[in-house]
């Protein structure tokens, strides 16, 4: 009976319509996981140049612990990080070496822009070789505003980043 069904001329129909139940059928759980792991294993560089470090830090300490969330502390080289986060006044001269950081570093990345500095250039905004946000450097997925920010308003940040990326296609990156 499934001879009869299965010419050279309709097979390939066959086959496409297999590969496309296995695809719907497959493609959303995969997704769901890949994203999943994603989400709860950040790698950062962090980029500090001004008070925002300290409320980092104070974000890594024991009381606050942003491990829980997935996002660790140790990192290796800037191959192996998938998160920027940027803490405090990026200058004119240094936004190429931003760059150069971003650009290093494996797809998916995501970028976190922690205070006012990064974000609109802080108390320095008019200033001459103080940039008025990082976003025209690199693109940004998460503003943490502050100044500087407290440790709560950064894990905010860090799940507001875990929820965007559990809503990215997969298939983009694999």
């Known amino acids: 009976m499934i001879k009869e069904l299965l010419t050279p001329q309709n097979a390939n129909v ?15 759980p995969l997704e769901y996981a890949i994203n999943w792991s994603r989400a709860w294993s950040l790698w950062p560089v962090h980029i500090e140049t ?20 997935g996002i660790l502390e140790a990192f290796g ?21 931003l ?4 650009d290093q570093m494996p797809e998916p990345k995501y970028v ?14 008019d200033s001459y070789n103080v940039l008025p946000g990082i976003d025209g450097v690199i693109p940004v997925d998460v503003y943490v505003p502050g100044c500087p920010p407290r ?7 860090c799940m507001l980043l875990q929820e965007k990326i559990k809503r990215i296609k997969a298939r983009k990156y694999v």
């Open 50 to 69: 001004a008070c925002c470090s300290v409320e980092f830090g104070a974000a890594t300490s024991p009381r606050y612990d942003v491990e829980r969330f």
């Open 99 to 102: 760059r150069l950081v971003y």
């Open 151 to 157: 440790p709560e308003t950064l894990i905010q940040g």
């Open 112 to 125: 976190i822009a922690m205070g006012a500095c990064a974000i609109t250039g802080g108390l320095y905004f």
């Open 14 to 28: 066959f086959l496409g319509k297999m590969g496309d139940i296995l695809e719907k059928v497959v493609d959303k």
């Open 77 to 97: 080289s800037l191959r192996q990080c998938d998160l920027i986060v940027v803490q405090g006044t990026i200058t004119r001269k240094m936004a190429p070496r």
